[in-house]
């Protein structure tokens, strides 16, 4: 063997050795919010599964609404740049988000509009998983099928078992886990699951493919979203 094939193979094997790292963090500014108590939970999950957690929180990606006339000369939002430095600093991303009038909340919306301007955007390829809790039946899930769109449309791996936890007020203890012990398995479970996914795509990634926004769109260099 090499000696420069011996020093890939040791990088690989550092990296594989690495802990995974989850940036995870809630959508809700609210102090007690339900949102970030999930998404606190699902951090315990990931160290306790091997992982390694960035906990953030929302102020520190909030951005004024978005305006393309702001974006001169890459001089974007410190909340955008923010999110940009912690999406690419981790291995994949947790969001736990509340709904708002059966949708997602704009905040992050208008977040993920500000991030998707960098070039090369930070999203694509990314593994994700979205969460969210809520006091009513449906625990916020339509929240998360809002959600899905922009990020699947910017190239990032959503995960398909989506978590919305039900009358979440009544379902989470004060220290911060779940009263029904068999949802807190099923929920544990899942988050096992998307790490197995994330670590996976990480250390053995497949063939890369170009995203383009519309598959037979004519090349121009004003749309072009080929990364």
């Known amino acids: 063997m090499s000696e420069n094939n ?17 940036l995870v963090f809630s959508v809700s500014l609210r102090k007690d919010s339900l949102n970030t108590k999930l998404a606190e939970l699902a951090a ?29 000369e890459n001089d974007f939002p410190k909340g955008a740049q ?9 291995d994949a991303f947790i969001i736990a988000s509340p709904e708002y009038n059966g949708s997602m909340p704009g905040l992050i919306k208008n977040s993920i509009d500000w991030v998707s301007r960098f070039r090369p955007q930070p999203f694509n390829e ?12 449906g625990g916020g899930n339509k929240a998360l099928w809002s959600l899905r769109i922009p990020l699947e449309h910017l190239g990032a791996r959503v995960y ?7 009358m979440a007020h009544k ?17 544990e479970d899942n ?5 197995s996914l994330a670590e996976a795509a990480k250390h053995y990634p497949c063939i890369k493919k170009a995203w383009v926004e519309f598959l037979g769109e004519i090349t121009d260099p004003v749309t072009e979203r080929m990364e």
């Open 6 to 22: 011996s020093d890939i193979n040791k990088d690989l094997l550092q990296k594989r050795n690495e802990p995974l790292r989850i």
């Open 44 to 72: 315990q999950k990931i160290e306790a599964n091997g992982g390694k957690v960035d906990i953030a929180s929302m102020k520190d990606f909030d951005c004024p609404s978005y305006n393309q006339e702001l974006e001169v």
């Open 82 to 90: 923010e999110f940009q430095k912690r999406i690419l600093a981790n």
């Open 126 to 137: 990314k593994q994700c998983m979205l969460m969210s809790a809520s006091p009513s039946m």
């Open 160 to 166: 398909p078992s989506m978590f919305s936890l039900a």
């Open 171 to 187: 379902a989470i203890e004060e220290n911060g886990t779940l009263n029904d012990k068999a949802l807190e398995l099923r929920f």
């Open 191 to 195: 988050i096992k699951a998307f790490m």
